[in-house]
């Protein structure tokens, strides 16, 4: 039995003021919502002020990025995964659609940060996805299995055991073009398949495989419907309190 995860993902987005008066508004909505582990990852400068906030309450705090290894160093404007853990995270995401467009993100360093962010505790949500290009020339699976296999494949099971996966269709991202429950349903599938072949039947159906993709309160309850759907990354949707905690009591 997995407990479905609903993660928001802040962007770049919120001040230290305005994350405390987000909580303020946000823990209320949630304080009965056991069905699910709940986390936000805000900017890196808000990560403070939330798990200050988020303090006994269920609510983990994530970040947006980390970088490939734990041992400080001279790596101007990157954050150890230890320091996050050190900040109070217990989440990153990893390999987020805008970073691989816009700041070079690949499949090696996805690997290398999730490894980093494993060996500090963290759990990483691993972001994969195609773009729309990718899935109009029927490549979808392609591209996953190429993810799959270049971030994720190469991790050892004791690793794998401790990551979620999110599946995020590039064209459905801060679009409103949310993928049907029967479109999300047969990548989770697949994505679920590819780790049963390299992880084992056991591995993969423990795993936590998220969707992202303009999920709102008016489509969550649809996709959380589809058996291998175990949560959301949201993105537009988690800055507001009361969207976000509508979409966790689906
Ligand atoms: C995201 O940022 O991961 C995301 C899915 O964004 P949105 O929900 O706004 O599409």
């Given at each position: 039995?997995?407990?479905?995860?609903?993660?928001?993902?802040?962007?770049?987005?919120?001040?230290?003021?305005?994350?405390?008066?987000?909580?303020?508004?946000?823990?209320?909505?949630?304080?009965?919502?056991?069905?699910?582990?709940?986390?936000?990852?805000?900017p890196?400068?808000?990560?403070?002020?939330a798990?200050e906030?988020a303090?006994?309450?269920?609510?983990?705090?994530?970040?947006?990025?980390?970088?490939?290894?734990?041992?400080?160093?001279?790596?101007?404007?990157?954050?150890?995964?230890?320091?996050?853990?050190?900040?109070?995270?217990?989440?990153?995401?990893?390999?987020?659609?805008?970073?691989?467009?816009?700041?070079g993100?690949?499949?090696?360093t996805?690997?290398?940060?999730?490894?980093?962010?494993?060996e500090?505790?963290?759990?990483?949500?691993?972001?994969?996805?195609?773009?729309?290009?990718?899935?109009?020339?029927?490549?979808t699976?392609?591209?996953?299995?190429?993810?799959f296999?270049?971030?994720?494949?190469?991790?050892?099971?004791?690793e794998?055991?401790?990551?979620?996966?999110?599946?995020?269709?590039?064209?459905?991202?801060?679009?409103?073009?949310?993928?049907?429950?029967?479109t999300?349903e047969?990548?989770?599938?697949?994505?679920?398949?590819?780790?049963?072949a390299?992880?084992?039947?056991?591995?993969?159906?423990?795993?936590?495989?998220?969707?992202?993709?303009?999920?709102?309160?008016?489509?969550?309850?649809?996709?959380?419907?589809?058996?291998?759907?175990?949560?959301?990354?949201v993105?537009?949707a988690?800055?507001?309190?009361?969207?976000f905690a509508?979409?966790?009591?689906f």
């Open positions: 039995m997995r407990t479905p995860l609903i993660a928001g993902n802040w962007k770049m987005y919120k001040t230290p003021a305005e994350t405390k008066e987000f909580f303020s508004r946000f823990l209320p909505l949630v304080e009965k919502s056991t069905h699910a582990d709940i986390a936000i990852c805000p890196f400068v808000d990560i403070a002020a798990v906030a303090a006994g309450s269920r609510v983990g705090i994530g970040a947006q990025n980390c970088y490939w290894q734990n041992k400080e160093g001279a790596f101007t404007g990157e954050v150890t995964p230890a320091m996050l853990k050190a900040a109070g995270c217990a989440y990153v995401i990893i390999g987020h659609s805008e970073r691989r467009q816009y700041f993100e690949t499949d090696e996805v690997l290398r940060r999730t490894r980093a962010a494993l500090a505790g963290l759990t990483p949500i691993v972001c994969v996805g195609e773009l729309l290009e990718e899935r109009e020339a029927g490549r699976n392609e591209v996953l299995q190429r993810q296999e270049g971030g994720i494949a190469g991790l050892s099971a004791e794998f055991a401790r990551i979620v996966i999110a599946y995020e269709p590039v064209w459905a991202i801060g679009t409103g073009k949310v993928a049907t429950p029967e999300a047969e990548a989770h599938k697949f994505l679920r398949s590819l780790a049963a390299k992880f084992g039947k056991a591995a993969a159906d423990a795993l936590r495989i998220l969707y992202g993709g303009s999920v709102k309160p008016d489509n969550i309850r649809g996709l959380m419907a589809q058996p291998d759907l175990d949560g959301a990354l993105g537009g988690s800055l507001k309190p009361e969207d509508a979409i966790i009591n």
